[in-house]
């Protein structure tokens, strides 16, 4: 039977009756109330282990897709509103399937603020994984001087094919083998905590709603369990609508841990995001550490991609580990005999930015953690798969040089 692993309420302004899914190969969808151009509508996002049942009949159905997801995590994007919160639905390069109701705005859905026009809900589900080292983790494009900083794009059918000789199997994972596709009711997250409160009220014999009571909610019998619902009003910061923020923004405030600097409302979600979706991307008493990535396509790492990086750490006596990290084929690729450092290189999954160090040039620091075997055997398996040799060099080269000559020509062009 499939099971739910986490869900999210979000509340964005639709225009034109159009709107996005960003982290995902689907085109724009339409709302069905083609009647109305401009309006809020409340959104439910639900990430299952497997194909679900049909929602009960409050909801209406409206579509069935499939799709490719990016990263593992999606929003919902809207030219009023831009993305809102990141939502995470499980692996990257999987393929999944999503259903999508309808419904009349209920006191829960949303931000529950009662001025949405319509109630979507959105539940995705794993299908299958399609990592295909190809499509999926080809090199950057080539680069050449005097071309006014740009690179040459190269297609990925348009680079070399490895030799035969070098030919991998590409790895496939099952659902059970990623953190992000498991419940754990031990994580820190809303959902891990309602486990845990849904295990104390069974073990005392009583409701989960007399507990959340007890402990100081505003809560009646059967409403909605959402981070706003379940907060005691003492506990509650009160200063944003979006009840994901003000949580956010109330626990930082609590624990003595917001920057000195102040902060919007845009950072605050990104910042929230982030916590709550590393959180959904570790098992329980997972090591994490702080890792700086450099070079192209640093700035932007999605979370639950993985990569090999490298660092320079303290060569510390007996052969210890720095922080206990980068272990997942670590290699020691140069040392320092002057500092007593060395340069290693691991494989690590991205968490999410560390807001702590900030970024310097191409130098961006991440949360990470030591990879897990199957995501890891993706990252050898690229590396394995694009490996050049003189050959293939050669004949990269020469589509590079070409590329390059159209280019130059086209600038000439337009100088004339």
Same mark, same amino acid.
């Given at each position: 039977m499939a099971q739910l692993l986490r869900r999210l309420d979000d509340q964005i302004h639709i225009e034109y009756n159009t709107f996005g899914l960003d982290g995902t190969d689907l085109p724009a969808w339409s709302s069905p109330t083609e009647e109305i151009l401009h309006f809020p509508a409340a959104v439910r996002m639900e990430s299952w282990d497997a194909e679900p049942e049909r929602a009960d009949a409050s909801w209406t159905p409206v579509s069935s897709a499939t799709f490719v997801a990016e990263s593992g995590v999606v929003s919902i994007d809207s030219m009023a509103d831009g993305r809102r919160h990141d939502f995470l639905i499980g692996p990257p390069h999987f393929e999944y399937g999503v259903d999508m109701y309808l419904r009349e705005p209920e006191p829960g859905d949303g931000h529950g603020t009662g001025e949405c026009e319509e109630s979507w809900l959105l539940r995705f589900w794993p299908i299958r994984d399609v990592f295909d080292p190809i499509k999926h983790a080809a090199p950057f494009s080539y680069i050449a001087r005097g071309v006014l900083y740009y690179s040459i794009d190269l297609e990925p059918e348009q680079l070399v094919q490895p030799p035969a000789r070098r030919e991998v199997p590409v790895p496939v994972s099952a659902v059970a083998d990623w953190a992000s596709l498991r419940t754990d009711? &031990? /994580? &820190?997250?809303? &959902? $891990?905590?309602?486990?845990?409160?849904?295990?104390? +009220?069974?073990?005392?014999? $009583?409701? /989960?709603?007399?507990?959340?009571? +007890? +402990?100081g909610a505003d809560i009646e019998d059967g409403m909605d369990l959402t981070p706003a619902s379940c907060t005691p009003p003492l506990a509650r910061a009160g200063r944003f609508k979006d009840p994901l923020i003000d949580r956010y923004y109330a626990e930082q405030a609590r624990w003595g841990s917001l920057p000195g600097r102040h902060l919007g409302e845009e950072q605050l979600r990104e910042y929230a995001d982030g916590e709550r979706i590393a959180k959904e991307l570790c098992r329980s008493g997972t090591l994490t550490f702080s890792v700086p990535v450099e070079g192209r396509g640093a700035l932007h790492i999605p979370p639950g991609v993985s990569r090999r990086v490298w660092r320079w750490e303290d060569d510390l006596l007996g052969g210890e580990l720095m922080d206990g990290g980068l272990t997942v084929d670590r290699q020691i690729l140069a040392r320092n005999p002057w500092t007593r450092q060395i340069l290693v290189s691991g494989i690590v999954t991205i968490l999410r930015r560390d807001h702590e160090r900030p970024s310097r040039g191409e130098s961006v620091w991440y949360v990470v953690r030591d990879a897990e075997p199957h995501e890891a055997a993706r990252v050898l398996c690229a590396e394995a798969t694009w490996e050049e040799d003189p050959d293939q060099r050669r004949a990269l080269d020469e589509v590079a040089r070409e590329k390059l000559i159209e280019l130059r020509a086209t600038y000439r062009s337009r100088e004339r």
């Open positions: 009711p &031990d /994580l &820190d997250t809303f &959902d $891990g905590w309602l486990h845990r409160m849904r295990r104390k +009220a069974e073990e005392r014999g $009583g409701s /989960l709603y007399e507990l959340l009571r +007890a +402990a």
